[in-house]
């Protein structure tokens, strides 16, 4: 049979199994996961068949990355990793708002979707829970999607997905935002648990799961990539994500949830009528949330000078860089630069805002713990960076805290 009288699927698995019998096979390499993110059995199911589609011989190792999950990892630890525990890394979560774009790092396709979602109780629960708290996972992307969508709320913040989705499971919060691939393992562990799923409405939300590579290892990268897509054609990805694969929850009626054995989905927008929030400031009353204002309160851009730059820039680097990237890219924390964090205009978040956030929450570990003027002056280096110009007066933390006007990009971007 010739190769153009076939499908096309099939001509794709041909034409893949092809280059992986000419291609050199190097020397074994070891595939390293995150022990503690929900999705490492997955990850390593994957790993295993695209290695072994790959032809490459390859061992799976667990603890190279010690105890830690996704979240909170630098580019310098991965370079490190892969420079002397690893080769490759299964399971990194790749955001278009995250993307830890770096010349000495390289990623594959994606091989699994794996967004942040809104999660509840399905309707038939009768555990009585408290109205209006929102539980998330402390200084992960959940907490800042959680303050963007549900204004006013009071937030539970966990240490770990799997006790976000507990949160809501034991009644201790009345829904939750969490990265989904915890879902599933928390309903792996839990099968009696019954819970609705909604859409949320954040370009923090999308995530996909990735293999990262040294940029030296190029040719394992293409090998990789190509096995992913000879098992993308053939089916073989598919049944191995199965159980994982994100539900299409856009698509569900506003009127009629998609009903499965094990969750019942129901469109968030259509659940929860919110609305955008064009404009919105900080308020510590609400418990970390950011409040509805006055739509499109202008303001005035608070004024800022040189040296706060410079100071702002150096903290930066030493507390902030490690989940934000160097050059504000984002790495498993969002990019703080570019139109997900500024737009050109209609943005939905306020610069008081952002610094009260900031001053509340963060750096991860050690929440609220630096100086006033020190969140002022890292402020000062963001709105640099987004395009805003230094003048002579020097923002102070009570100016920041208190201004109104939309974190748009500056003239200067």
Known sequence: MKISSLPLAAASVFAA??????????????????????SASLDRAVAREAF???RIDASIVSDALGSSDDDGVSLKELRRALASRCDVIAGFPRSPTANAASPELQFSRGYLRADYVDLSMAASSSTPRPANVVAATYASPAQLIAVQQFSGARLDLENTPELTVAAVAGGRAQRAIVWYPAVVAYRRSHPE???????TRSVYAQWHLVFAFDAKRAGLHERIDKALAAMQADGRLAALTRDWDLPALAEAAADRPVHRPELAYRDGAARYAFGAVRAATYDPSTGGAFVRVAAGSPGDTPAFDHAQIEHGKRLYASACAKCHGA????????????????PASNSHLTIGGIFGYMSTNMPADRPGKLKPQDYADIMAFLLYSNGYRPKTEKLTADVARASVTPLNAGPGQ
Not at 17 to 38: D, E, I, K, Q, W
Not at 193 to 199: P, S, Y
Not at 328 to 341: D, E, K
């Open 52 to 54: 072994k589609r790959a």
């Open 193 to 199: 648990q019954r819970f609705e799923l909604g859409a």
């Open 17 to 38: 199994g092809a280059f992986l019998a000419s291609a050199p096979v190097p020397a074994a390499v070891r595939v390293c996961t995150f022990p503690g993110s929900p």
């Open 327 to 342: 050059s504000l890219q984002g790495v498993t924390a969002p990019a703080l630069t570019g139109p997900a964090f500024a």
